[in-house]
Protein backbone atom coordinates (compact mmCIF):
# COMPACT_ATOMS: atom_id res chain seq x y z
CA UNK A 1 0.00 0.00 0.00
CA UNK A 2 1.36 3.07 -0.95
CA UNK A 3 1.48 6.66 1.16
CA UNK A 4 -1.48 7.77 -0.20
CA UNK A 5 -3.54 4.73 0.33
CA UNK A 6 -3.01 5.13 3.96
CA UNK A 7 -4.25 9.14 3.59
CA UNK A 8 -2.03 11.23 5.76
CA UNK A 9 -3.69 14.57 6.63
CA UNK A 10 -1.92 17.80 5.85
CA UNK A 11 -3.69 19.00 9.04
CA UNK A 12 -1.73 16.41 10.87
CA UNK A 13 1.40 17.11 13.27
CA UNK A 14 5.04 16.15 12.37
CA UNK A 15 6.56 14.07 14.71
CA UNK A 16 10.60 15.61 15.72
CA UNK A 17 12.57 12.73 18.02
CA UNK A 18 16.01 13.00 19.68
CA UNK A 19 17.82 11.67 23.02
CA UNK A 20 17.32 15.57 24.48
CA UNK A 21 17.46 18.81 23.28
CA UNK A 22 19.71 18.14 20.38
CA UNK A 23 16.77 17.55 18.36
CA UNK A 24 15.49 21.64 18.86
CA UNK A 25 17.92 22.62 16.62
CA UNK A 26 15.97 21.08 13.82
CA UNK A 27 12.31 21.74 15.01
CA UNK A 28 13.57 25.48 15.48
CA UNK A 29 14.57 25.73 11.89
CA UNK A 30 11.09 23.79 10.92
CA UNK A 31 9.15 26.13 12.24
CA UNK A 32 10.94 28.89 10.89
CA UNK A 33 10.70 27.73 7.36
CA UNK A 34 7.25 26.74 7.98
CA UNK A 35 5.13 28.27 10.51
CA UNK A 36 1.72 26.67 10.05
CA UNK A 37 3.01 22.87 10.74
CA UNK A 38 2.41 22.03 14.41
CA UNK A 39 5.40 19.90 15.59
CA UNK A 40 5.12 16.94 18.53
CA UNK A 41 8.37 16.82 19.75
CA UNK A 42 9.76 13.73 22.05
CA UNK A 43 13.25 14.16 24.16
CA UNK A 44 14.18 10.62 25.23
CA UNK A 45 16.03 11.97 27.84
CA UNK A 46 15.69 9.08 30.15
CA UNK A 47 18.29 7.30 27.90
CA UNK A 48 20.65 10.28 26.88
CA UNK A 49 23.23 9.94 25.79
CA UNK A 50 22.54 7.26 22.90
CA UNK A 51 25.85 7.88 21.85
CA UNK A 52 27.39 5.61 23.61
CA UNK A 53 24.30 3.02 23.63
CA UNK A 54 24.30 -0.49 21.24
CA UNK A 55 22.47 -0.56 17.85
CA UNK A 56 19.99 -2.63 19.19
CA UNK A 57 18.85 -0.10 22.13
CA UNK A 58 18.58 2.35 19.70
CA UNK A 59 16.28 0.49 17.42
CA UNK A 60 14.31 -0.53 20.51
CA UNK A 61 13.78 3.37 21.37
CA UNK A 62 13.40 4.25 17.87
CA UNK A 63 10.16 2.09 17.27
CA UNK A 64 8.75 2.93 20.58
CA UNK A 65 9.32 6.78 20.66
CA UNK A 66 7.87 6.14 16.93
CA UNK A 67 4.94 4.16 17.85
CA UNK A 68 4.47 6.95 20.18
CA UNK A 69 4.19 9.92 17.56
CA UNK A 70 1.98 7.47 15.52
CA UNK A 71 -0.76 7.72 18.16
CA UNK A 72 -0.50 11.15 18.06
CA UNK A 73 -1.11 11.52 14.51
CA UNK A 74 2.56 12.31 12.62
CA UNK A 75 2.52 12.53 9.08
CA UNK A 76 6.02 12.69 9.24
CA UNK A 77 8.92 11.71 11.75
CA UNK A 78 12.05 13.33 11.65
CA UNK A 79 14.78 11.33 13.37
CA UNK A 80 16.32 14.11 14.87
CA UNK A 81 19.32 12.86 15.78
CA UNK A 82 22.36 11.60 14.09
CA UNK A 83 23.00 8.40 16.06
CA UNK A 84 19.14 7.04 15.36
CA UNK A 85 19.56 8.12 12.21
CA UNK A 86 22.65 6.09 11.29
CA UNK A 87 21.70 2.92 13.40
CA UNK A 88 17.97 2.74 13.20
CA UNK A 89 16.68 4.93 9.82
CA UNK A 90 15.80 1.58 8.11
CA UNK A 91 14.31 -0.25 11.47
CA UNK A 92 12.18 2.59 11.98
CA UNK A 93 11.00 2.84 8.22
CA UNK A 94 10.26 -0.53 8.34
CA UNK A 95 7.99 -0.54 11.46
CA UNK A 96 6.41 3.34 10.53
CA UNK A 97 5.95 1.48 6.89
CA UNK A 98 3.07 3.64 5.27
CA UNK A 99 1.27 5.15 8.27
CA UNK A 100 4.22 8.27 8.43
CA UNK A 101 7.02 9.76 6.45
CA UNK A 102 10.30 8.74 8.09
CA UNK A 103 13.21 11.76 7.44
CA UNK A 104 16.40 11.24 8.70
CA UNK A 105 19.16 13.61 9.17
CA UNK A 106 21.93 12.31 7.55
CA UNK A 107 21.18 12.34 3.77
CA UNK A 108 20.21 15.75 3.49
CA UNK A 109 23.26 17.12 4.99
CA UNK A 110 25.10 14.18 2.93
CA UNK A 111 23.76 15.85 -0.38
CA UNK A 112 24.36 19.22 0.90
CA UNK A 113 28.17 18.27 1.33
CA UNK A 114 28.51 16.33 -1.43
CA UNK A 115 27.09 19.14 -3.86
CA UNK A 116 29.66 21.70 -2.78
CA UNK A 117 32.40 22.33 -5.62
CA UNK A 118 35.05 23.40 -2.51
CA UNK A 119 34.48 19.96 0.08
CA UNK A 120 37.57 17.62 -1.32
CA UNK A 121 38.34 16.84 2.31
CA UNK A 122 35.86 16.31 4.79
CA UNK A 123 35.74 16.44 8.53
CA UNK A 124 33.18 14.74 10.60
CA UNK A 125 32.68 15.31 14.50
CA UNK A 126 29.85 13.06 16.00
CA UNK A 127 28.82 10.66 18.65
CA UNK A 128 30.22 7.16 19.08
CA UNK A 129 28.03 5.58 17.56
CA UNK A 130 27.69 7.75 14.19
CA UNK A 131 31.22 7.39 14.05
CA UNK A 132 31.41 3.40 14.83
CA UNK A 133 28.89 2.79 11.83
CA UNK A 134 31.10 5.09 9.11
CA UNK A 135 28.13 5.58 7.47
CA UNK A 136 28.97 9.42 7.01
CA UNK A 137 32.03 8.50 5.00
CA UNK A 138 30.19 5.23 3.12
CA UNK A 139 27.20 7.67 2.11
CA UNK A 140 29.52 10.78 1.10
CA UNK A 141 32.22 8.92 -0.72
CA UNK A 142 29.47 7.22 -2.86
CA UNK A 143 27.60 10.70 -3.72
CA UNK A 144 31.59 12.52 -4.29
CA UNK A 145 34.05 10.26 -6.40
CA UNK A 146 37.82 10.82 -4.63
CA UNK A 147 36.16 12.69 -1.49
CA UNK A 148 38.34 12.16 1.71
CA UNK A 149 36.77 12.25 4.82
CA UNK A 150 38.22 12.28 8.53
CA UNK A 151 35.86 11.65 11.20
CA UNK A 152 36.38 11.87 14.99
CA UNK A 153 33.48 10.69 18.13
CA UNK A 154 33.30 13.93 20.15
CA UNK A 155 31.58 12.13 22.70
CA UNK A 156 32.37 14.76 25.82
CA UNK A 157 29.93 17.56 23.63
CA UNK A 158 26.70 16.21 24.03
CA UNK A 159 26.41 15.94 27.93
CA UNK A 160 28.40 19.42 28.05
CA UNK A 161 25.24 20.83 25.78
CA UNK A 162 23.11 19.23 27.55
CA UNK A 163 24.34 20.83 31.02
CA UNK A 164 23.92 24.42 29.55
CA UNK A 165 27.65 24.19 28.99
CA UNK A 166 28.51 26.64 25.71
CA UNK A 167 29.91 29.78 25.36
CA UNK A 168 32.21 29.20 28.10
CA UNK A 169 35.34 28.69 29.28
CA UNK A 170 34.84 24.93 29.95
CA UNK A 171 33.13 24.45 26.36
CA UNK A 172 35.99 26.54 24.78
CA UNK A 173 38.65 24.02 26.54
CA UNK A 174 36.84 20.65 25.54
CA UNK A 175 36.27 22.01 21.76
CA UNK A 176 39.79 22.88 21.23
CA UNK A 177 41.11 19.81 22.36
CA UNK A 178 39.25 17.93 20.34
CA UNK A 179 39.51 20.16 16.79
CA UNK A 180 43.23 20.53 17.98
CA UNK A 181 43.39 16.54 16.69
CA UNK A 182 45.85 15.86 13.76
CA UNK A 183 42.78 13.56 12.01
CA UNK A 184 41.19 17.07 11.34
CA UNK A 185 44.13 18.90 10.77
CA UNK A 186 44.17 18.85 6.84
CA UNK A 187 40.19 19.11 6.42
CA UNK A 188 38.34 21.93 4.19
CA UNK A 189 34.93 21.61 5.51
CA UNK A 190 33.72 20.32 8.81
CA UNK A 191 30.02 18.54 9.41
CA UNK A 192 28.39 18.69 13.32
CA UNK A 193 26.87 15.30 12.52
CA UNK A 194 24.93 15.54 15.97
CA UNK A 195 21.87 17.50 16.11
CA UNK A 196 23.49 19.06 19.45
CA UNK A 197 26.08 20.89 18.18
CA UNK A 198 24.65 23.32 16.38
CA UNK A 199 24.55 25.36 19.82
CA UNK A 200 28.54 25.50 19.66
CA UNK A 201 28.56 26.32 16.23
CA UNK A 202 29.79 29.73 17.50
CA UNK A 203 32.74 28.34 18.95
CA UNK A 204 34.21 26.41 16.40
CA UNK A 205 33.59 28.98 13.79
CA UNK A 206 35.41 30.92 16.27
CA UNK A 207 37.88 28.21 16.43
CA UNK A 208 38.84 27.58 12.88
CA UNK A 209 38.78 32.10 12.91
CA UNK A 210 35.50 31.90 10.75
CA UNK A 211 37.56 30.45 7.46
CA UNK A 212 36.46 26.62 8.08
CA UNK A 213 33.33 25.57 5.97
CA UNK A 214 31.51 24.25 8.85
CA UNK A 215 27.46 22.43 7.99
CA UNK A 216 25.17 21.29 10.54
CA UNK A 217 21.72 19.85 10.05
CA UNK A 218 19.21 21.90 11.18
CA UNK A 219 18.57 24.17 8.21
CA UNK A 220 19.00 21.56 5.79
CA UNK A 221 16.72 18.61 7.01
CA UNK A 222 13.91 21.68 7.62
CA UNK A 223 14.82 22.21 3.74
CA UNK A 224 13.87 18.87 2.81
CA UNK A 225 10.90 18.51 5.08
CA UNK A 226 9.44 21.30 3.21
CA UNK A 227 10.16 19.04 0.19
CA UNK A 228 8.97 15.95 1.34
CA UNK A 229 5.83 17.59 2.75
CA UNK A 230 5.42 19.92 -1.03
CA UNK A 231 5.65 16.93 -3.20
CA UNK A 232 3.08 14.77 -0.96
CA UNK A 233 0.73 17.45 -0.78
CA UNK A 234 0.88 17.88 2.58
CA UNK A 235 1.64 20.96 3.95
CA UNK A 236 -0.76 22.44 6.77
CA UNK A 237 -2.21 25.47 7.00
CA UNK A 238 -2.45 26.05 10.39
CA UNK A 239 -3.04 29.58 12.06
CA UNK A 240 -0.42 29.22 15.12
CA UNK A 241 0.49 26.06 15.72
CA UNK A 242 0.45 24.84 19.34
CA UNK A 243 3.33 22.68 19.48
CA UNK A 244 3.50 20.03 21.99
CA UNK A 245 6.79 18.82 24.26
CA UNK A 246 7.44 15.67 25.44
CA UNK A 247 10.18 14.14 27.44
CA UNK A 248 10.76 10.53 29.27
CA UNK A 249 12.50 12.20 31.91
CA UNK A 250 12.08 15.63 33.05
CA UNK A 251 15.26 17.95 33.27
CA UNK A 252 15.69 21.00 34.21
CA UNK A 253 18.29 21.82 31.70
CA UNK A 254 15.67 20.62 28.74
CA UNK A 255 13.04 22.92 30.46
CA UNK A 256 15.36 25.77 29.84
CA UNK A 257 16.31 25.02 26.24
CA UNK A 258 12.63 24.65 25.50
CA UNK A 259 12.61 28.13 26.34
CA UNK A 260 15.99 29.00 24.60
CA UNK A 261 14.51 28.04 20.98
CA UNK A 262 10.75 28.60 21.88
CA UNK A 263 10.48 31.78 23.81
CA UNK A 264 8.25 30.08 26.87
CA UNK A 265 5.27 29.32 24.54
CA UNK A 266 5.76 26.20 25.57
CA UNK A 267 4.73 23.57 27.95
CA UNK A 268 6.81 20.71 28.94
CA UNK A 269 5.19 17.60 29.49
CA UNK A 270 6.34 13.84 30.43
CA UNK A 271 5.57 11.11 28.56
CA UNK A 272 6.73 7.46 30.51
CA UNK A 273 6.30 5.66 27.88
CA UNK A 274 9.28 3.27 29.40
CA UNK A 275 6.94 2.04 31.75
N1 LIG B 1 21.73 14.55 19.14
C1 LIG B 1 22.08 13.21 18.88
C2 LIG B 1 22.84 13.01 17.61
O1 LIG B 1 22.60 13.75 16.69
C3 LIG B 1 22.34 12.30 20.01
C4 LIG B 1 23.41 12.62 20.95
C5 LIG B 1 23.45 11.60 22.06
O2 LIG B 1 22.41 11.43 22.71
O3 LIG B 1 24.51 10.99 22.27
O4 LIG B 1 23.63 12.11 17.47
Redesign the pocket.
Given at each position: MSKEQHQLKASNPIGIF??????LTVASAITKLLPNEKLVYFG?TA???????SADSIKYYGIRISQFLLEHQCKLIVI???????QAFETIKDFVGNKAIVVN?IDPVVNEVAGMASSKHVGVI?????VKSDIYAKKLKTAKKGLEVSSLAT?LL??MI?EGFFNNKISRAVIHSYLDRPKLKKIDSLIL?????PLIKPEIEEYYKHKMNIVD?AGVVAQEVAQVLKTNKLQNKLKNPRHQFFVSDYTDSFEKSTHYFFKGKIKLEKADIWK
Open positions: DSGIGGDHLPYGDKACNTASAVATKGTPVSEACTHFS
